[in-house]
């Protein structure tokens, strides 16, 4: 594809409600990392895929939060029982190669607000 | 753990003036690289820095990596409307892939 996609860009959900966001990383991209970015704060790390193999999700917040990416392409990101805090923008980037060194491309990201 | 430190938070100059944004690691990195996120939108890559003391330049802006790749330095020459936004610098530490952002530097631009 010509970027990453995610969808959708906009998520309200009511506090206890579960979310799924979904992640279309460039086609052939070996790598896929999911970010948070609190309002007015830089991304940080959440969760790291290799093809299907999810290798480090060391910057989960909680168990709250789980991954996947079953064929090694699409990506989803699923929060259960959603609380305020959880309000941020979700980004997804994809890169080529599966080292730690490439070029990451962020999708356009999916504002979640809890109410 | 390992923290991207960046400075200023924000800056505000008149249009034709210079800018530089600053970045500092705890730890020694492998790489850095920069991102530009204009308002309301992602971080868009701009460059990567590799090797100790490298200096690239695109357009009016210069990207420098210290001697000891712990620090980094963004300058751009001339501001134009153009260049609103926050620049972030992020550092790779060692082979993990994920990418560890400072807190940005919010550019405004007054014309």
């Known amino acids: 594809g010509a970027g990453v996609s995610q969808s959708p860009r906009y998520k309200v959900a009511k506090r206890g409600q579960d979310v799924a966001l979904r992640c279309d990383p460039i086609?052939?991209?070996?790598?896929l990392f999911w970010y948070q970015q609190a309002l007015g704060q830089g991304p940080e790390f959440l969760t790291y895929?290799?093809?299907?193999?999810?290798?480090?999700k060391s910057g989960l917040p909680s168990d709250r939060f789980f991954a996947e990416r079953p064929e090694g392409s699409v990506s989803t990101l699923k929060i259960q029982r959603t609380q305020q805090e959880d309000s941020a923008v979700y980004l997804c980037?994809?890169?080529?190669?599966?080292?730690?060194?490439?070029?990451?491309?962020f999708g356009p990201g999916t504002r979640l607000t809890v109410l | 753990g390992q923290q991207v430190m960046q400075i200023p938070q924000y800056q505000h100059v008149q249009e034709g003036e210079d800018f530089t944004t600053y970045c500092n690691s705890s730890?020694?990195?492998?790489?850095i690289q920069w991102y530009k996120q204009r308002p309301g939108g992602h971080p868009v890559f701009l460059i990567q820095?590799?090797?100790?003391?490298e200096v690239k330049k695109q357009k009016r802006l210069t990207f420098q990596f210290g001697e000891a790749k712990k620090n980094s330095s963004l300058h751009i020459t001339a501001t134009q409307t153009t260049d609103v936004g926050t620049y972030f610098c992020?550092?790779?530490?060692?082979?993990?892939?994920?990418?560890?952002f400072g807190k940005g530097t919010k550019l405004s631009v007054k014309p």
């Open positions: 980037a994809s890169s080529l190669g599966g080292g730690g060194t490439d070029t990451q491309y």
């Open positions: 086609s052939g991209h070996v790598s």
């Open positions: 895929f290799q093809n299907e193999a999810q290798l480090d």
């Open positions: 730890t020694t990195l492998s790489n």
């Open positions: 820095l590799v090797k100790s003391g």
């Open positions: 992020a550092g790779h530490g060692g082979s993990q892939g994920n990418l560890i």
